[in-house]
């Protein structure tokens, strides 16, 4: 199944794959997320991933979409409020994921963006309650190495499974 992403300023892109996970229900009203994950590679070849310690598992930055909100300022301001790192959305979107769960369909959007700032001690992440809640922090490794540690958690949560 193929999508076309598209974001604020009106720049359609040709189609990306699609990953879909769960199946929409009949009888069910879904509310309607949309929501970018970006992936974040420093100069020397370092990506950044969210861990979420309480649920175990891993991911990479991002979250909602405001109302309004331009995808590129959406995934540089998420990475900014999970990592404290700046980065510079540089690419289209690469893929989408299409998922269904519980009564949640939520589309993300992922985006390649270059590092411009790892961030320091003063600008530490901005996690929700929620983000605190779940554990969340941060890390930067290797290329490749991502999926080699994401492959190898196993989430204790239904969530953790889905993504």
Do not use: N
């Given at each position: 199944m193929l999508s076309?992403?598209?974001w604020k300023p009106g720049l359609v892109q040709s189609p990306v794959p699609t990953k879909v996970i769960g199946t929409?229900?009949?009888g069910i009203v879904y509310q309607e997320r949309?929501?970018?994950r970006v992936l974040a590679i420093t100069p020397d070849d370092r990506v950044v991933i969210v861990k979420a310690s309480r649920d175990n598992y891993y991911k990479l930055p991002?979250?909602?979409?405001e109302e309004g909100e331009d995808h590129r300022?959406?995934?540089e301001r998420e990475v900014l409020e999970e990592t404290g790192a700046q980065v510079s959305v540089h690419t289209a979107c690469c893929t989408t994921v299409e998922e269904y769960r519980n009564d949640l369909h939520q589309i993300s959007y992922c985006y390649r963006a270059t590092l411009l700032d790892e961030g320091d001690s003063s600008s530490?992440?901005?996690l929700t309650e929620d983000e605190v809640a779940d554990g969340l922090s941060h890390?930067?490794?290797s290329v490749g190495k991502e999926l080699e540690i994401m492959a190898t958690v196993e989430p204790t949560s239904e969530l953790g499974r889905y993504i």
């Open positions: 076309y992403a598209v929409r229900k009949d949309r929501a970018v991002g979250g909602g979409v300022v959406a995934a530490a992440p901005e890390e930067w490794v």
